[in-house]
């Protein structure tokens, strides 16, 4: 056999409202079932961190948890597990049901909403979301009903083959299959009635229950002493409504009960009623005749295959019939004896061993067939969802740059927001950024590309709902969300996040200086991130310390090369008198946009110390500085050298920044916010083996080379103008062109493309779901 990978949706064992109900049972025991048989199957539980963790009764269900539906190795034969598949949002598994490497395998419960759409579907919403289910359902390859009626439904309402469906049944939980192993001996419930009739249901008209209290009540007005207890959690409305009849006085309610109470009264009770209208399987039937008991069932077809004889059915809505025929078994405990034996050796069929052989047999031998049916090498596809040039942001430059790579490897798809991308022989097609991206069957994968920029809302929003690898290119991503969702937005993040009150003002201080910020605020993507990829060790070491999460590393490359010829020294001559820089002059460069995190201030005070020490220094702000011209240059006219600082166009074409890269003689690059942060910058400095200054923080994150001099995170002037004064001895671009090849050899896009494709295809295992704290932080954010 070949060996066996089962991704399994889990998100019912999430969900509080099925892990400890049937379903959660159910999706237990099929696992452990996969588990006990094939001790080496790698299952992967799939988990939406929407929903919150899973449930503490199936932990270890599963070998790892992975917080996204993403796709996987299209070399290994898959399966793909939906245990509950008409519960939670269809499209997450969705996007893996059309894989070719795929097989996807379902567990059917029952089609009940369709049965009574006036209860379950009357508002369109649920209509429609419903329509969606059973349309995703179908497409799944094979079918495991929990019974035959639900099989026959599925063939009926579907047109599904019924060579794929697969009858399993529901096995008893472990407390009641304890008892049909051997003869039951439960304790007599305390001040139980010496003759009871016993309900366990839910508070669900589709129960029944009150035709089983008209029954209850004709009995006792026959003269009989009989007590009907109702197990199943009902509120206190219905219990008034039930109360409200002339046996009132002989019904009673029991709140929740364990299964060892259950059991006790399974075995006291003269009979169980089960008088649905409608049901996939019916668990009190089996469970009650592990216990011995008798169960009197209402004639529906999931009832009829666990009790096949007549005396103990009775058409559903006549209280008359079930009166007549609990009478009669009341009246007569040896026939009572003998029909119970016959449920209870029935019910023999319902164990975990025979529920999970039943289960294991189809899916082995479904999935053999699978893995052993030919497949067609075809050419990889990825979709990329990001930014893309003309877009005014360095992400979109550094995409394009990527995707130049990849598309050495793998066709490659485009979805951006950008209405007229430029042209790119690298994509294959450009599309509207859309839930397409996640959910067409002919990408194997999809990465969403993630900055602290307006570009990236849309992004955000929909890796929130899909999840899969997310490459998050900033440090940080307070400021976009505070943009996007406003300042109390990020500071209940905060609150959620630190543990403790956070005030608006504080928040307001953090996004004056981003240096003061006390976290990432990644919370928007993270959870859902898998991998998290990211360009700098610093990154990588903060996402591990504050989210317990270890994100994947990818050195950030050059996405701007020059040649050894283009910086030599008549190169550099032709780009200052281009410029108009002076032979004799210092030419100082801070390239990007001039921003506060810039520590702009700094350069210019550093600038003047050089001058007062007499070097000819003139500073140049290469990159937009309209927000904070005003301010910058009525601080260098303070400082006696406004005619020493210069401001560049607010956005130059690239022939004009490549030559300020030229013609500097020294760069400058801060950052005052840390979390080991990036800079395309600082990157362009280094390509062009230009002598630079950065804060230590930022200089490590890009590993740069010795020609990028450390200064404190938080230079002041004098420390600043010490570095320039140690950069400036570096001597010229020849003394750098070693370190400048050797990093442009090790910080190449084809290295990089090769990297992220290993990560793309097969990512390391990312222990989310299992980190308590972050989920704590994050749930309801």
């Given at each position: 056999?070949?060996?066996?990978?089962?991704?399994?949706?889990?998100?019912?064992?999430?969900?509080?409202?099925?892990?400890?109900?049937?379903?959660?049972?159910?999706?237990?025991?099929?696992?452990?079932?996969?588990?006990?048989?094939?001790?080496?199957?790698?299952?992967?539980?799939?988990?939406?961190?929407?929903?919150?963790?899973?449930?503490?009764?199936?932990?270890?269900?599963?070998?790892?948890?992975?917080?996204?539906?993403?796709?996987?190795?299209?070399?290994?034969?898959?399966?793909?597990?939906?245990?509950?598949?008409?519960?939670?949002?269809?499209?997450?598994?969705?996007?893996?049901?059309?894989?070719?490497?795929?097989?996807?395998?379902?567990?059917?419960?029952?089609?009940?909403?369709?049965?009574?759409?006036?209860?379950?579907?009357?508002?369109?919403?649920?209509?429609?979301?419903?329509?969606?289910?059973?349309?995703?359902?179908?497409?799944?390859?094979?079918?495991?009903?929990?019974?035959?009626?639900?099989?026959?439904?599925?063939?009926?309402?579907?047109?599904?083959?019924?060579?794929?469906?697969?009858?399993?049944?529901?096995?008893?939980?472990?407390?009641?299959?304890?008892?049909?192993?051997?003869?039951?001996?439960?304790?007599?419930?305390?001040?139980?009635?010496?003759?009871?009739?016993?309900?366990?249901?839910?508070?669900?008209?589709?129960?029944?229950?009150?035709?089983?209290?008209?029954?209850?009540?004709?009995?006792?007005?026959?003269?009989?002493?009989?007590?009907?207890?109702?197990?199943?959690?009902?509120?206190?409305?219905?219990?008034?409504?039930?109360?409200?009849?002339?046996?009132?006085?002989?019904?009673?309610?029991?709140?929740?009960?364990?299964?060892?109470?259950?059991?006790?009264?399974?075995?006291?009770?003269?009979?169980?009623?089960?008088?649905?209208?409608?049901?996939?399987?019916?668990?009190?039937?089996?469970?009650?005749?592990?216990?011995?008991?008798?169960?009197?069932?209402?004639?529906?077809?999931?009832?009829?295959?666990?009790?096949?004889?007549?005396?103990?059915?009775?058409?559903?809505?006549?209280?008359?019939?079930?009166?007549?025929?609990?009478?009669?078994?009341?009246?007569?405990?040896?026939?009572?004896?003998?029909?119970?034996?016959?449920?209870?050796?029935?019910?023999?069929?319902?164990?975990?061993?025979?529920?999970?052989?039943?289960?294991?047999?189809?899916?082995?031998?479904?999935?053999?067939?699978?893995?052993?049916?030919?497949?067609?090498?075809?050419?990889?596809?990825?979709?990329?969802?990001?930014?893309?040039?003309?877009?005014?942001?360095?992400?979109?430059?550094?995409?394009?740059?990527?995707?130049?790579?990849?598309?050495?490897?793998?066709?490659?798809?485009?979805?951006?927001?950008?209405?007229?991308?430029?042209?790119?022989?690298?994509?294959?097609?450009?599309?509207?950024?859309?839930?397409?991206?996640?959910?067409?069957?002919?990408?194997?994968?999809?990465?969403?590309?993630?900055?602290?920029?307006?570009?990236?809302?849309?992004?955000?929003?929909?890796?929130?709902?899909?999840?899969?690898?997310?490459?998050?290119?900033?440090?940080?991503?307070?400021?976009?969300?505070?943009?996007?969702?406003?300042?109390?937005?990020?500071?209940?993040?905060?609150?959620?996040?630190?543990?403790?009150?956070?005030?608006?003002?504080?928040?307001?201080?953090?996004?004056?200086?981003?240096?003061?910020?006390?976290s990432m605020f990644y919370e928007e993507v993270i959870d859902k991130a898998f991998p998290l990829l990211v360009h700098s060790r610093g990154i990588q070491e903060s996402v591990s310390q504050i989210y317990g999460i270890e994100a994947a590393y990818l050195p950030f490359c050059l996405y701007r090369n020059f040649s050894s010829d283009e910086i030599a020294e008549d190169a550099?001559?032709?780009?200052?008198?281009?410029?108009?820089?002076?032979?004799?002059?210092?030419?100082?460069?801070?390239?990007?946009?001039?921003?506060?995190?810039?520590?702009?201030?700094?350069?210019?005070?550093?600038?003047?110390?050089?001058?007062?020490?007499?070097?000819?220094?003139?500073?140049?702000?290469?990159?937009?500085?309209?927000?904070?011209?005003?301010?910058?240059?009525?601080?260098?006219?303070?400082?006696?050298?406004?005619?020493?600082?210069?401001?560049?166009?607010?956005?130059?074409?690239?022939?004009?920044?490549?030559?300020?890269?030229?013609?500097?003689?020294?760069?400058?690059?801060?950052?005052?916010?840390?979390?080991?942060?990036?800079?395309?910058?600082?990157?362009?400095?280094?390509?062009?083996?230009?002598?630079?200054?950065?804060?230590?923080d930022l200089a490590e994150a890009l590993e740069s080379p010795g020609y990028v001099v450390r200064v404190p995170d938080r230079p002041d002037a004098a420390s600043l103008a010490a570095g320039l004064e140690e950069a400036a001895r570096l001597g010229s671009r020849a003394a750098t062109e070693p370190q400048r090849l050797e990093f442009a050899g090790e910080h190449s896009f084809?290295?990089?493309?090769?990297?992220?494709?290993?990560?793309?295809?097969?990512?390391?295992?990312?222990?989310?779901?299992?980190?308590?704290?972050?989920?704590?932080?994050?749930?309801?954010?």
């Amino acid at each position: 056999m070949p060996p066996m990978r089962i991704l399994a949706d889990i998100r019912c064992l999430q969900d509080e409202n099925y892990a400890g109900r049937g379903v959660g049972s159910h999706a237990a025991c099929l696992l452990e079932a996969i588990r006990d048989r094939i001790g080496t199957a790698e299952i992967i539980g799939l988990v939406d961190p929407a929903i919150g963790e899973v449930d503490h009764r199936h932990k270890g269900l599963c070998d790892t948890l992975r917080p996204a539906f993403v796709s996987i190795d299209a070399s290994t034969p898959t399966i793909l597990l939906s245990l509950s598949p008409m519960t939670h949002d269809t499209r997450l598994p969705a996007m893996l049901i059309d894989r070719p490497n795929v097989f996807p395998v379902a567990v059917v419960y029952d089609f009940i909403p369709l049965e009574f759409p006036q209860r379950y579907l009357a508002a369109q919403a649920a209509k429609f979301a419903y329509a969606a289910a059973t349309t995703w359902l179908a497409a799944h390859r094979a079918f495991f009903p929990i019974s035959e009626h639900s099989g026959h439904e599925l063939v009926r309402r579907l047109h599904v083959a019924r060579r794929d469906v697969h009858v399993t049944g529901v096995a008893l939980r472990p407390s009641f299959a304890s008892l049909l192993a051997a003869q039951p001996t439960v304790a007599v419930p305390a001040d139980a009635a010496d003759e009871t009739m016993l309900f366990v249901g839910g508070p669900d008209p589709r129960k029944n229950l009150e035709t089983v209290v008209e029954a209850h009540a004709r009995l006792v007005a026959a003269g009989r002493n009989l007590e009907l207890v109702v197990a199943g959690g009902y509120p206190q409305a219905w219990r008034d409504q039930c109360r409200g009849g002339p046996a009132a006085e002989r019904i009673r309610f029991l709140d929740r009960v364990d299964d060892e109470e259950l059991a006790g009264w399974y075995r006291h009770a003269r009979v169980t009623v089960s008088a649905s209208m409608a049901e996939g399987f019916s668990m009190p039937v089996v469970e009650a005749a592990a216990c011995g008991g008798l169960s009197l069932v209402s004639d529906i077809p999931a009832h009829r295959e666990l009790v096949d004889d007549a005396a103990c059915r009775f058409a559903a809505s006549d209280a008359c019939e079930l009166a007549a025929k609990a009478a009669g078994f009341l009246d007569d405990p040896a026939a009572r004896e003998r029909a119970a034996g016959r449920q209870r050796a029935a019910a023999m069929r319902f164990t975990a061993e025979a529920v999970g052989g039943r289960f294991m047999d189809g899916l082995l031998e479904r999935f053999e067939q699978f893995a052993r049916r030919p497949r067609r090498s075809r050419r990889r596809a990825i979709a990329v969802v990001t930014p893309f040039p003309p877009d005014r942001s360095g992400v979109a430059d550094y995409s394009m740059r990527s995707i130049e790579a990849l598309a050495e490897h793998v066709d490659v798809d485009v979805y951006t927001d950008q209405p007229e991308p430029i042209a790119c022989p690298a994509v294959r097609a450009f599309h509207p950024i859309s839930s397409a991206a996640w959910l067409r069957p002919d990408y194997d994968t999809t990465l969403a590309v993630v900055g602290n920029s307006h570009f990236h809302t849309r992004i955000i929003e929909l890796h929130q709902r899909f999840g899969g690898p997310c490459l998050i290119h900033d440090n940080r991503l307070a400021e976009l969300t505070a943009w996007w969702k406003g300042a109390d937005y990020l500071r209940a993040i905060a609150e959620r996040s630190l543990d403790r009150p956070v005030k608006l003002h504080e928040v307001r201080e953090w996004l004056a200086d981003p240096g003061q910020l006390p976290s990432m605020f990644y919370e928007e993507v993270i959870d859902k991130a898998f991998p998290l990829l990211v360009h700098s060790r610093g990154i990588q070491e903060s996402v591990s310390q504050i989210y317990g999460i270890e994100a994947a590393y990818l050195p950030f490359c050059l996405y701007r090369n020059f040649s050894s010829d283009e910086i030599a020294e008549d190169a550099r001559r032709h780009a200052r008198a281009a410029l108009g820089v002076s032979p004799g002059e210092v030419m100082i460069v801070t390239l990007g946009l001039v921003d506060a995190v810039k520590s702009p201030q700094t350069c210019i005070d550093a600038v003047a110390r050089l001058r007062a020490a007499g070097h000819d220094a003139q500073l140049h702000f290469v990159g937009e500085s309209a927000a904070i011209r005003d301010e910058l240059a009525l601080q260098a006219r303070s400082a006696g050298i406004d005619r020493c600082v210069h401001f560049s166009e607010d956005w130059l074409p690239e022939e004009d920044y490549r030559r300020y890269l030229v013609a500097a003689d020294l760069g400058i690059q801060l950052r005052n916010h840390f979390f080991g942060g990036l800079s395309g910058a600082l990157l362009d400095c280094i390509a062009a083996g230009l002598p630079t200054v950065a804060n230590r923080d930022l200089a490590e994150a890009l590993e740069s080379p010795g020609y990028v001099v450390r200064v404190p995170d938080r230079p002041d002037a004098a420390s600043l103008a010490a570095g320039l004064e140690e950069a400036a001895r570096l001597g010229s671009r020849a003394a750098t062109e070693p370190q400048r090849l050797e990093f442009a050899g090790e910080h190449s896009f084809v290295i990089y493309a090769e990297r992220l494709l290993e990560l793309l295809v097969e990512p390391a295992t990312v222990a989310h779901a299992s980190n308590t704290r972050h989920f704590r932080s994050t749930v309801g954010a």
